[in-house]
């Protein structure tokens, strides 16, 4: 069976498949899911689509590209849901250096404050990190954060994986993948050792090879898996299993039934 590590199945465009879509991943093999969340609006939804899927494990933080609507008080606010919820993680938190994303200050203001929450709580954290490796590197350093997580959606050098990995963090690997023409992330992919990453699709976002355009959801999985088994010349069962034992290292709290 199959987890997925990162997919934001609260996300309206979900509200009239999410059931049908439950049950088709359960069917394919697809049985555990991590939702991080993005705004302190967003919270309270995932909490209670939590209750209705118990396949779901949650994580609660401020994402870097949305924080136009953060303010510095849900810094507090944070702690305090996470500890009320007893959640998995922090996240979906980190720096995004994308051409249109918020101020760079203002970023680093809010991860370095949710960086040290997770770290007083003992909590792992799920990292966005689009062209900030080092950066990110560089403040998970500078406050003592320990605790490791998960950088989804890697996309860096072997170089930056090994730096990441040696602060405790595995690598979320996704759609990306699947492209043929993706040959550094191949690449590097191939030189990671066994306990460096897990699965993830992002979805709705990083559709896979082939399905470019739609909206992407969890049974992306076994296709990834597929990708992932050819590259690393192993099995599609090792990688399912080799990766859930990653997520379940990674996440102390997540229930052993689940996997």
């Known amino acids: 069976m199959y987890n997925d590590s990162h997919c934001h199945l609260d996300f309206s465009v979900f509200d009239s498949s999410r059931d049908a879509l439950m049950s088709a991943c359960q069917q394919a093999g697809v049985e555990g899911f991590l939702v991080p969340s993005t705004t302190r609006s967003s919270w309270q939804r995932v909490t209670r689509l939590a209750v209705a899927y118990p396949q779901w494990r949650v994580a609660y933080g401020l994402h870097p590209y949305f924080l136009g609507e953060a303010k510095s008080d849900d810094i507090e606010h944070l702690a305090e849901c996470c500890e009320t919820n007893d959640a998995l993680a922090i996240g979906e938190i980190g720096l995004d250096c994308w051409p249109g994303a918020m101020a760079l200050d203002k970023q680093q203001f809010f991860f370095s404050r949710q960086l040290i929450i997770a770290r007083d709580l003992k909590l792992p954290i799920i990292v966005h990190a689009r062209k900030s490796y080092d950066l990110v590197i560089k403040a998970v350093r500078d406050t003592g954060f320990i605790y490791g997580g998960i950088v989804h959606a890697f996309n860096g050098s072997l170089v930056q994986a090994n730096r990441l990995q040696e602060l405790g963090f595995i690598l979320g690997i996704g759609g990306?993948?699947?492209?043929?023409?993706?040959?550094?992330?191949?690449?590097?992919?191939?030189?990671?050792?066994?306990?460096?990453?897990?699965?993830?699709?992002?979805?709705?976002?990083?559709?896979?090879?082939?399905?470019?355009?739609?909206?992407?959801?969890?049974?992306?999985?076994?296709?990834?898996?597929?990708?992932?088994?050819?590259?690393?010349?192993?099995?599609?069962?090792?990688?399912?299993?080799?990766?859930?034992?990653?997520?379940?290292?990674?996440?102390?709290?997540w229930y052993k039934d689940t996997l």
């Open 176 to 253: 990306t993948i699947t492209y043929p023409r993706a040959k550094k992330a191949h690449r590097v992919l191939a030189e990671l050792e066994d306990t460096a990453f897990v699965l993830e699709t992002d979805s709705p976002d990083m559709p896979v090879c082939g399905f470019q355009g739609e909206v992407n959801t969890p049974l992306s999985i076994p296709r990834i898996a597929q990708s992932v088994a050819r590259i690393r010349n192993s099995s599609v069962a090792d990688i399912a299993r080799q990766t859930n034992n990653n997520l379940l290292s990674t996440f102390p709290k």
